[in-house]
């Protein structure tokens, strides 16, 4: 019997991070939507399909528990156990299929199973067999984070994928992968230049494929040449889960489920006139033309008491990651840009502001001066717009294990800018989630760890590197060529990253010292 299934295992999926699958970011979402999260700070946590388990050792540094893993791509368990054994957080790593691992006899009960993207790519057989570990092995009062691709945003580009899915069936085995994806995305171009009426009476069909041409061919390869692929309505996910004794609870991503910011006041209005979660985000996703849903379900929720929802925001606490002068006026939303009103963010932004990287407390927050004019509802709902944009973080008083974890973890993930630049996110054990750090920044840390200290020090000290394996930097899409443009690009990179991102690295404690008081900053 073939072991993949019908799976692409040519090429690995991607080294992708995703915060929403975090335990911080999971308990937020449930507490906007006022529903109890029965786990601790210290939860059992299981991934179905974690790939090359960045998200899994991510969250498991930065944070306390037990994290499971399963992926039977045995390529990608290698890397994920590479990361596991640099933090040295508790992470178990399985290459099982999801019946193999269903099977085991040492599984315990888990508070939360995510399923990032899987649900959409395997058979009917192996989502009976995701609703079985779910049935036996999530306790009551667990969550289900599932994300997936959905109607109506897929239906213009079904056609396409249905085109390159079957050539690399017609194909065979005679072309290696990266081949084959060039080939595939080939055969569809040649239909649509041949006068497609398909492509000329679907604009965003043809919009859609003239990016995925750029895209990372490890993503084209899962998304479009699997043999099982699915994509689903949002009720066919929530009947279908239902029968694993799930409840659905609302969106892991924060922004979605605030109509203010996604929907026209027309859309407002109208999708005020429905009462059930089925009909209502059934007819949200076709306002928004939604394509890709991430979901939280429980299994038993428990609604909040209005005291119980005030006094858990009361205890809440965050902190920024990026500077506060950084924040844009404007967030991009269902509705385009949406301006982020003054009178209400700016003395919100200001205050978040102060102290770097002290942790605020809602219940400080609501007393603060410059902010007692604001509504305490007001005041909540700032602060989940900012962290679902991304400009802050639930936080946490970090323990001295994950200290050490997440400093392990990062000084593996800088080290590897020196060979790949697949992983770009350094974890925080203050906010148990990880931040963006592009390769040239790892390798200003890296610059940082051999003992320089100033922009010249370190644009030199990359300049080098980069000279020796041959690479220079792209502007704008363009390479530059002078070895002076070059070191002066980089320079100015090294004034930015000292400036702005190294005392945001310090502040989420991803980075201990300070510069600018003569003490190197180190991983």
Known sequence: MDWTQGYFTELGYTFGYYR?????????????RGVETGFGDAPNYLELGSGQGVSLNIHAAGSSGSYWGCDFNPAQTV?????????????????????????????????????????????????????????????PGGIVYVSYNCLPGWAPIVPIRHLMSLYKRQSGDMSGPTQLIEEALRFTKEIADAGSMFFRQNPFAGHHFGQLVRQDPNYIAHEYLNADWHVDHFSDVAESLAEAKLTFVGSARLLD???????????????????????????????????????????????????????????????????ADEIPKKIPSGQGEVELPAELYDPVIEVLGNDLGQIKRVRELAKHPKLGGIDFHQLVESLVVLTGAGFLQPAQEPTDTALDQCRALNHYIVKQARVSMDLHHLVSPVTGCAIGVSQITQLFILALDDGLKNAD???????????????????????????????????????????????????????????????????
Not at 112 to 134: E, T, Y
Not at 493 to 513: D, H, V, Y
């Open 20 to 32: 929403e699958l975090s335990p911080a970011m999971l308990r937020l979402a449930c507490l906007c």
């Open 79 to 139: 890397e994920a156990r590479k990361l596991a054994e640099a933090s040295g957080a508790d992470v178990q790593i399985s290459d099982d299929s999801f019946e193999e691992f269903a099977a085991g006899s040492d599984l315990p009960q888990f508070d939360i199973i995510a399923l990032h993207g899987v649900w959409s790519w395997v058979s009917a057989a192996n989502r009976a067999m995701i609703k079985q570990i779910i049935r036996k092995r999530l306790r």
């Open 257 to 323: 489920d605030i109509d203010s910011l996604q929907l026209s006041p027309e859309g407002q209005a109208h999708i005020a006139k429905f009462n059930t979660p089925l009909m209502r985000e059934t007819v949200r996703d076709h306002l928004v033309n939604r394509r890709f849903r991430s979901d939280i379900f429980v299994k038993g929720p428990r609604k909040l008491s209005n005291i119980e929802q005030r006094e858990a925001w009361y205890s809440q606490t965050f902190l920024l990651s990026i500077p």
């Open 457 to 523: 020090e370190l644009a030199t000290h990359v300049w080098d590197f980069l000279e020796e394996v041959g690479e220079r930097l792209v502007k704008q899409g363009k390479k530059i060529e002078s070895d002076s443009e070059n070191i002066a690009e980089l320079r100015k990179m090294a004034e930015r990253f000292l400036k702005i991102e190294l005392p945001t690295l310090q502040s989420l404690r991803i980075l201990e010292g300070r510069v600018s008081t003569g003490k190197t900053a180190t991983v």
